[in-house]
């Protein structure tokens, strides 16, 4: 029986990004729909329910995605609420590539770092990335200051991890000028650079200057990059005693964990992989026991 994915898409355009990577994954029939809306999407999810026996469901599957986490979330709720019984399908959700994105940065960070009880900081924290960094790093029990231009929106995050990670250890702080984003790295262990494509919140000659740092992670690849110092291809490259990675040095475990995790919902019919399933997964791609 052939495997079919269904790529539901909140833009109106599916994205050729995940169309290629599902390709890759080896998956024999891609379906694709854009404008996918909780309004819209439960006939969607009969079609693929109804149509084979519940031993053959694991040959069927959905891809959440679009450019809008806020909206791959809904729908996500929607789509596990058309389930019942055996009646499902696995289903991952990756709107924007947030969940690998963010596992990928943090199960790097742990091939170098202990992060139980280590000083993290996410700067531009309050996107979908950030935020999940942010959160998996409190799940490893790191303490981590959670920074966005704004106290409010970064408070906001800390409370919204704290309903994820019951003994979350995070701290808001706000900047908005280089000099304010380099004096609350001051005594970080590890930063994670995930602002917007195009923002650099440390220039160059920074990262030299802060003590006691040991891995730097910029997330951005759109130049300006987020951390001057971070060439966008670098990884797991020591400079000033810091360990080093850029975009696509995080980038190639992500498509990794992409495709590990679209093969994977091959495997049964009752998986939902979202954060914390996608950074097992990326764990296990990175070679880290867990
Ligand atoms: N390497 C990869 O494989 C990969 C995959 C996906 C995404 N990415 C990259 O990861 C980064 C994070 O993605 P995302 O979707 O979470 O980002 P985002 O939502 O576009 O931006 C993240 C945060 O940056 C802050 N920000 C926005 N404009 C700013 C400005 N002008 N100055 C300072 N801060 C600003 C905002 O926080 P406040 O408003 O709260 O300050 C925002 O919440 C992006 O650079 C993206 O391109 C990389």
């Given at each position: 029986?052939?495997?079919?994915?269904?790529?539901?898409?909140?833009?109106?355009?599916?994205?050729?990004?995940?169309?290629?990577?599902?390709?890759?994954?080896?998956?024999?029939?891609?379906?694709?729909?854009?404008?996918?809306?909780?309004?819209?999407?439960?006939?969607?999810?009969?079609?693929?329910?109804?149509?084979?026996?519940?031993?053959?469901?694991?040959?069927?599957?959905?891809?959440?995605?679009?450019?809008?986490?806020a909206k791959g979330e809904l729908l996500l709720r929607m789509v596990s609420k058309?389930?019942?019984?055996?009646?499902?399908?696995?289903?991952?959700?990756?709107?924007?590539?947030?969940?690998?994105?963010?596992?990928?940065?943090?199960?790097?960070?742990?091939?170098?770092?202990?992060?139980?009880?280590?000083?993290?900081?996410?700067?531009?924290?309050?996107?979908?990335?950030?935020?999940?960094?942010?959160?998996?790093?409190?799940?490893?029990?790191?303490?981590?200051?959670?920074?966005?231009?704004?106290?409010d929106r970064a408070e906001s995050a800390c409370i919204t991890i704290r309903t994820?990670?019951?003994?979350?250890?995070?701290?808001?702080?706000?900047?908005?000028?280089?000099?304010?984003?380099?004096?609350?790295?001051?005594?970080?262990?590890?930063?994670?650079?995930?602002?917007?494509?195009?923002?650099?919140?440390?220039?160059?000659?920074?990262?030299?200057?802060?003590?006691?740092?040991?891995?730097?992670?910029?997330?951005?690849?759109?130049?300006?990059?987020?951390?001057?110092?971070?060439?966008?291809?670098?990884?797991?490259?020591?400079?000033?005693?810091?360990?080093?990675?850029?975009?696509?040095?995080?980038?190639?475990?992500?498509?990794?964990v992409h495709k590990k995790a679209i093969a994977s919902l091959f495997e049964s019919?009752?998986?939902?992989?979202?954060?914390?399933?996608?950074?097992?997964?990326?764990?296990?791609?990175?070679?880290?026991?867990?």
């Amino acid at each position: 029986m052939k495997t079919i994915l269904a790529q539901f898409d909140t833009d109106a355009l599916p994205s050729s990004f995940d169309q290629v990577v599902a390709v890759d994954s080896n998956v024999e029939q891609l379906f694709s729909y854009g404008s996918v809306t909780p309004g819209n999407v439960t006939g969607l999810v009969h079609g693929l329910m109804f149509t084979r026996g519940p031993a053959e469901l694991k040959n069927s599957a959905i891809f959440i995605g679009g450019s809008d986490v806020a909206k791959g979330e809904l729908l996500l709720r929607m789509v596990s609420k058309t389930f019942f019984g055996p009646m499902r399908v696995s289903v991952m959700m990756d709107s924007n590539g947030c969940n690998t994105t963010a596992a990928a940065a943090i199960a790097s960070s742990r091939k170098h770092l202990n992060l139980a009880g280590c000083r993290a900081i996410v700067l531009g924290a309050t996107g979908p990335v950030g935020l999940r960094a942010a959160e998996l790093l409190a799940l490893e029990k790191a303490n981590v200051t959670v920074v966005s231009r704004t106290l409010d929106r970064a408070e906001s995050a800390c409370i919204t991890i704290r309903t994820k990670v019951a003994d979350a250890q995070v701290t808001a702080a706000c900047a908005s000028q280089p000099s304010e984003f380099e004096e609350l790295c001051q005594n970080a262990t590890l930063i994670v650079s995930a602002g917007a494509a195009g923002v650099c919140f440390l220039e160059s000659g920074v990262l030299q200057k802060i003590q006691g740092l040991k891995l730097a992670i910029d997330l951005n690849a759109v130049p300006p990059v987020g951390v001057a110092d971070i060439g966008v291809m670098e990884k797991a490259i020591e400079k000033f005693g810091v360990i080093c990675y850029g975009a696509l040095g995080v980038g190639g475990l992500k498509m990794k964990v992409h495709k590990k995790a679209i093969a994977s919902l091959f495997e049964s019919n009752d998986r939902v992989l979202e954060t914390r399933t996608i950074y097992d997964m990326a764990l296990q791609v990175a070679g880290i026991a867990t």
